[in-house]
């Protein structure tokens, strides 16, 4: 395995890696976690996605 910079070592962990122990314990509740953090950024998601998560009846 190869051996990471002290730069890359000393990298902040991402913001986004506090949820997943939340995600985490609702998976084992048997909650079903949709992953909406994961995607490409800079392209816009298709319209017919987000109609579907705004139209849903989701407990958020």
């Known amino acids: 395995m190869p051996l990471l910079s002290k730069k890359g070592i ?4 991402s913001p986004i890696r ?4 939340f995600s985490d314990k609702a998976k084992e ?4 976690v ?3 953090n994961i995607g490409q950024p800079d392209i816009a998601a298709p319209k017919e996605a987000i109609e579907a998560v ?7």
Do not use: F, I, M, Y
Not at 29 to 32: R, S, T
């Open 18 to 21: 506090k949820l997943v122990k």
């Open 29 to 32: 509740k048997g909650v079903e």
């Open 34 to 36: 949709l992953h909406l």
């Open 10 to 13: 000393d990298l902040p962990t």
């Open 54 to 60: 705004t139209s849903s009846n989701l407990n958020l």
